[in-house]
C-alpha cells in the first residue's frame, strides 16, 4: 500500500477529506520521530513500540573488491508489535 492509497483508506473510513487525513498522517510521523529523537521510545498500546537502537562501529567487507572497511556506528529505528497487531495477523 502506498501513502497515497493509506491517506484514501484514512479518510473514507474516518469521513473526512484526503488533506485532513494527510495532516494527520504527517503529524503522526513527524511526532514520532521528534519523540524518538527526544525520547528513545514511542509505545501505542495494542498496536506495537517504536524505539531507536544503536549499532556500534564495527570492521566489514567490500564485497566487490574483498577489502576490509570500517563501518561507522549509527542509529536506526526498530519496531515490535504490540499483541493486539499480532492477534489480528
Not at 19 to 48: I, N, P, R
Not at 70 to 88: E, P
Amino acid at each position: 500500500m502506498t501513502k497515497a492509497e493509506f491517506i484514501e483508506k484514512v479518510a473514507k473510513d474516518a469521513g473526512i477529506s484526503k488533506v485532513a487525513a494527510g495532516a494527520v498522517l504527517k503529524t503522526f510521523t513527524g511526532q514520532v520521530t521528534k519523540t524518538l529523537k527526544k525520547e528513545g521510545k514511542v509505545t501505542l498500546v495494542g498496536f506495537g513500540t517504536f524505539s531507536k537502537t544503536k549499532r556500534k562501529a564495527r570492521k566489514g567487507r567490500n564485497p566487490q573488491t574483498g577489502e576490509a572497511i570500517k563501518i561507522k556506528a549509527s542509529t536506526g529505528v526498530k519496531f515490535k508489535a504490540g499483541r493486539a497487531l499480532k492477534n489480528a495477523l
